[in-house]
C-alpha cells in the first residue's frame, strides 16, 4: 500500500480532505494536474461553517491571516447607494464562535491549502500529474496516473474522487452528474477599480436592471461583477468591450476605471451524482454536486463533505466494528444535505435573482431587506448564509428521532468561559444537559439553550464533525453504550475514565 487514502484532485476539496484525514492521523498522496493553483478568484467567500471545519483541523489561523475577515455584510443598492441589507454576524454569537465571513478569493485558498499540505507529514501532493485508470475489488483501490514520462499506479484503501465537475473519477466508477441547467448563462469577470466605491459595502446590487447586475468585493479595490444574460444572444456579442463596458457602468456608474483580471460566460447547474460512494471509492465537492453560485455555497459544501469524510475513513480504517457501514453513511448523508439543503437554498435564490420578474423581484429584496432588520431573521439569514442549518435524517448512523439529532451543535459559550468546540477539538464528545451523574468523561451543558428543545437531563453524543449523532432523554449508561455504538458502527471504543 502506497497510502491510505488516495485523493484525486488537488482543488480545495482534495486538499482540504487531505488535511481533515491528517487531523485523524491518516495519511493520503493527492495527485492533482495542475502544477500551481487555480489563477481565478472563483468562490470568495468561506462562511461559518466551513471557518469552524478548518478551526477543529488547527489550519483555520493560516487562512484567516491570508483573507480579510468581516463581522459585517453589508449590500447597497448599486443606483441610489443606500443600503439594501445589513447582516451583522455577532447576533451569533451564541451559535459560532467569532462570527463572520472570511473573505478570500479561491486561488488564495488554494495556494494555503497547498503550503499547509506539504507542511503536513501525513500528506504528500504530488503536482502535475494525470490520473489516467482507477480498479477496486473488496479491500484495495489502484489508481493510476501519468507524469508526463510515465505510468505509475498507486495503491491505497479508499480513493476520493475531488476532481471538480469534468473529473474522471465519476466516469470510472459508472456515474453521472443528473440534474437541470438553468436557463441563464451568467458573465463574470473580476475587476479592480482606480478608486474604491462604497468602502463598506461587500456586495452592490442594481435593482432596476430587468436582469441582476451585482458585484462582490473580496479584495481592496477588487470586485466581482455578477450579470446574468438571456439564452439569446452571441457569446462574442455578450462578451464584447461594449457590452462589458455597460456592465461596469451598471454597477459602479460612469467614470470608474477598471483592470479586467479575467472574464467568462458561464453555464450554471443544479446537479449531483446519484451516489457518491460505489465501492471504496467516494466522490465529494464539485466532482459530486454542482450548485448555482448564488449565496458562494458550491466550494463550501465541498470542504463539508471532506469534513464529514474525514473521520469516517479514519477510523473505519481502524479494523475494528463495521468501517464499511461507517464510510458508507457519507453517501447517505451527504446527498441529503446537498439535495434538501444546498441545492434547495441556491435554487431559491437563483430564481429570486434570475428567474423572477423585474416587479417581483423588487419586491422580494425590499421584504427581504425588511425582515432582515429583526434579530430573528438576522439569524435565519446567517444560519442559511453561513451554512450553519441542515441536518441529516436519513443516516443510519443518527438517531433522528429528536429535532437536534443530526444537526450541527452549536458552538456555546461555557460557564468557565471555554467553547464547545474548543473542548472537542474536532474529536468525539459526550454532551450532559442538567443534572445527570455520569462515569465517563463528558462537558457537562448546565442550562441548554431553549431552541434546543430538550427535557432534563439528556445526554448528546457529538461526532468528529460536530453533528449531533443521538439525543438520549431519560439517559442510563447502557443507553449511552447503544447509541455510542449505533453512532461510529463500533469503530471506536467508549471513552473510558474520570468524568
Ligand atoms: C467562476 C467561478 C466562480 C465561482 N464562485 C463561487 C463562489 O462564489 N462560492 C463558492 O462556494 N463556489 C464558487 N465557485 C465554485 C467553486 O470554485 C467550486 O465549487 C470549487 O472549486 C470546487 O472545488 P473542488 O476541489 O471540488 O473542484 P475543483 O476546484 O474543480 O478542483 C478539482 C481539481 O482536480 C484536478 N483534476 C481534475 N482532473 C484530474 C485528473 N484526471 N488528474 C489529476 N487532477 C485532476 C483539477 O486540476 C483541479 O485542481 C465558482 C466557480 C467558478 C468557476
Redesign the pocket.
Known sequence: MDAAVII???????LSLALGLARYGTQSIV????PEP?P?S????IWARTQEIFRDWGVYDALRAAGAFTTTFRAINARTERELIRLDWTVMGDVVADPGVLVIP?NVTERVLRELVRANPLCELRTG???TGLRQDTQFVDVS?DDGNASHTLRGSYAVG????H??TRHLIGLTLEGITYDTRVV?SDEVLDHDVDEDALARVRLDHPQLRAAIRFAPRTWRIIAPVGKDGSTEEILSEAAHKQRLAEVFGEGVQTTTLWT?L?QIHRRHAQRFIVGRVAL????AHLNS?AG?????A?IQDAANLAWKIAYALRGEGDGDALFESYDIERREMITGTIERFTDRLTRVAMGFPLRAKQMAVRAMSRAVRGRGMQRKACRALGMLSGRYTKSPIVDARHPLAGRRLDDLQLPDGTRLDTRRAGGTMIVVAGEFALDLPHVVVPVPPKRWHVKLPVVLIVRPDGCVACVIEKPTQEKIERAWEKAFCSTIPLPQGAA
Request: net charge negative; with cysteine.
Open positions: 484525486v484532485g488537488g482543488g480545495p476539496v482534495g495527485l492533482e494536474r495542475k487555480v481565478e472563483r468562490a470568495v467567500v479561491q500529474v494525470e490520473v496516473y475531488c476532481d471538480g465537475a473529473g474522471i463574470l467568462s458561464f465529494a465537492g464539485d466532482a453560485p458562494g455555497q458550491g466550494m463550501n465541498g
